[in-house]
């Protein structure tokens, strides 16, 4: 009896397993491919779409493009799994049963019990977030005056909010328009726990592109005219006004995942996976930022979009091995370095071929081009990639 594999989600995770499945795949399976949207997002450039919402089409890549014909996709949003039963169910059609599942959700934003965060604040985990950020700082922007510019506040200067904040920037300055970009993060400098000459290139070029930057406190409480940062049984908080609110701050499990019958940390409601990538149901696998994988005592792999390209190779593999009864392969993150846009620039550090540990200019901007572009090429073909490496 053919084994039916079936994989959840259409992010780097999901889209890189389903095609590597497919190169192992020698007719002992079918799978099945379920997915909210019918399309993958390349989610580290979607910061692009702040600024210019045609890039939509460069960072989004029709599914049809991905899978193989014999791969049924169903575009439909997942609701549960069912582990005892093998069952995956769905919200607008039948449960769809399964022999081997692989997780691939991603991740939701956590606001960690901030009182109106979540009621007034933008996320950015999807096109249509990128849009409707897009949408607000050019509203917010027209209303403004040079006397009274728009305040735009980006929480959490991490990967996603310096670039976040490069993207608005960027858009004030190609627009003219007045407005005024602040990133709020917590601890004590952008880019928390990384190398300090990363994040003093990285505070030089966000400061270059006229971001104020406010580290060492954390956001409080959210209104919906104001931001209040810091605070105490002391002290009175910062209040920030705003007009638009973007928070990157930090990630959760999805809803969907609270039922099913497999370890979890409690904290994340993230699936815990062996560096095989199975979870404590064997038929089960998990990866990408759903997933806490394995890498040692107290140590898992990153929640980034690098640590899932490396990852789905091999999931995808060893879901074509469960099949055969094949003993698995195991996995393990390598830092291959880290590149981050602030508008148009880029700072490279740790890239493992390159002689200089932190870098700018025209070779890191070039450099993250190259990754992008290389990865769309990978899931889908060179003319698409391309086509996107001016916007990227």
Known sequence: MTAQVVVLGAGYAGAGA?????????????????????YHLVLHETHRVIRDTSVASKVAIPVDEIKSTATTFRQDRVTGIDVDDRQVHCRDGDPVDYDYLLVALGSRTAFYGIEGLREHSHTL????????????????????????PAQVVVGGAGLSGIQSAGEIAAYRDEHRTPIDVTLVEGLDEVLPGRDPEFQGALRKRLEAADV????GEF????????????????????????????WTGGITGQDELDEAAVDKDERSNRLYADR?????DDRVFAIGDTAMIDQGPEEFAPP????AWQAADV????????????????????????LVSVG?????????????????????????????TRWIADVSSIGRAIDAWSDM
């Open 276 to 280: 095989d990538f199975r979870t404590s």
């Open 315 to 338: 999931a995808g593999e060893n879901l074509a091995r469960a099949v055969r009864g094949e003993e698995l392969a195991t996995w393990r993150y390598d830092d291959k370095g880290t």
């Open 125 to 148: 985990k999807g096109l249509e977030d990128a849009r409707e950020i897009h949408d607000d700082v050019a509203a917010a922007a027209a209303d403004a005056t040079r006397s009274d």
């Open 304 to 307: 980034t979009a690098q640590a």
């Open 344 to 372: 148009d620039e880029a700072v490279a550090h740790g890239v493992d071929v390159l002689p200089i540990d932190t870098f700018g200019g025209i070779g890191a901007e070039t450099l993250k081009k190259i990754v992008a």
């Open 18 to 38: 389903v095609s590597r499945f497919e190169e192992m795949n020698d007719g002992d399976a079918e799978l099945t491919w379920i997915s909210e949207h019918d």
């Open 212 to 215: 104020d930057i406010m580290c």
């Open 219 to 246: 956001i409080s409480k959210v209104d919906d005219e104001t931001i209040y940062v810091g605070g105490g049984e002391e002290e009175d908080p910062t209040e920030l006004d705003y007009d638009v609110l973007l």
